[in-house]
């Protein structure tokens, strides 16, 4: 799986809870420098946090581009839009300046818009069987 520099820099967003350029706030919870390095290390990577470690959004994207073209990046999309990340999290709200409860269907439909230019979609099925 092979994802444009475009959807790497929305995907980041996601992952670091920053805001997303294209909005107004943050549709997704905030993952400190220490949650990046442990999001990221699950998947393979050996990285540690600490002195002269890069901005979050540039560790983020720089994580993902080193996945992208591999089988791991689907892994790491799906960790990202995880519904128990947004469970019990916050984001700011653009209208009343005010907390709301973080929304995974709006990251997964946010993701897709980007991701529909690569030839994929997120669809989740969160089905009881």
Known sequence: ??????????????ITGDKPRVADCPISPYRSGPQLVRFFNEFGLNEIYGQGFPSRWEFAQNCIRRFNGSPALRGVILAALDPRHFMSNT???????????????EAIGYL??????DGYAVLPSWELI
Not at 91 to 105: F, I, R, Y
């Open 112 to 117: 897709n818009d980007f991701l529909a230019f």
């Open 1 to 14: 799986m092979k994802i444009s520099e475009r959807t790497i820099e929305r995907l980041g967003e996601i």
């Open 91 to 105: 984001v700011l709200d653009s209208k009343t300046q005010g907390q709301k409860p973080a929304n995974v269907q």
